[in-house]
């Protein structure tokens, strides 16, 4: 299993980095990429990535919700630094993704247009230095699908491409089949084993009016220490935990565990490049 998006830079783990990591590899986590949301985690995402490397894999980037009054002074900065790190796979502890960046409306739209704007502007980094993204959308499923297009539209005129995962997925049917055409991908995470959860229908329709979303285009990811999944829920979340994500995609495929992961890591490796 490749865990896609985990913050175990969090505070949470940190004090006992070397078991939580162990625990992770002995339950079969092969590897586990690691997001950035802001100035701060430039640092810890680092530090935790260079204590492990080829094994947690960095990403940066600015959260939509720390975009506020000195997003664009925070923006240099992060751009500072992912110039300073390199990208991988020519620097080996270099950056694999820019991210975690989008839109989120779930509070407040007070900074709806800055975010907008900072989005815009790391979208055209992960095009400029051929990274994928790493998509955070809440509450705001078309502005994020329409800014997207906008830049992949920009990106194609040059002869370049905009890839990427929608991290969390929990959208409609008519926005997954929108970033599956557009060669995206779908991160599935804990939220796929809560009750009255309908993400699976989305994935695979039981009535046959629609074909099932591909699992080559799915990748796992928890969001620890976030939307741990059921049987779990309430506790702090760990890679490890992804073992029930892949237990409800085999339900939900009628395939066997094997195949999910088999499936999820081959997408995994095609878009972050992981040898």
Known sequence: MIDTHCHID???????????????????????????????SIESVMHVCKAFPQYLYPALGLHP?????????????????????????????????????GLDY???????????EAFLEQLRWAVELN??????????????????????????LSGKTLRGVVHCFSGSREIADAYIQMGWYLGIGGVITFKNCKLDQTLCPSDGERKPIPLSQLLLETDAPYMTPVPYRGKPNESRFLQYVVH????????????????????????FGIK
Request: hydrophobic share 40%; proline share 2%; charged share 25%.
């Open 10 to 40: 969090d505070e949470i783990y940190v004090h006992d980095l070397q078991a939580v990591v162990e625990r992770q590899r002995m339950a079969g986590v092969e590897a586990i990429l690691v997001p950035g949301i802001n100035i701060q």
């Open 65 to 101: 919700e720390e975009v506020n009054n000195d997003w664009r002074d925070n923006l240099l900065q992060i751009r500072e630094a992912i110039n300073r790190i390199g990208c991988y796979p020519k620097a080996l502890e270099g950056l694999i993704a820019i991210g975690e960046i």
């Open 106 to 116: 779930y509070w407040s739209k007070e900074y709806s247009e800055e975010q907008k």
């Open 131 to 156: 990274l994928p993204v790493m998509v955070h959308s809440r509450n705001a499923s078309e502005d994020t699908l329409q800014l997207i297009r906008k830049v992949s539209q920009e990106a194609e």
């Open 248 to 271: 409800n995609l085999s339900m939900t495929y009628g395939i066997s565990e094997n195949e999910v992961i088999e499936l999820t890591n081959r997408a995994s490796r095609s878009l």
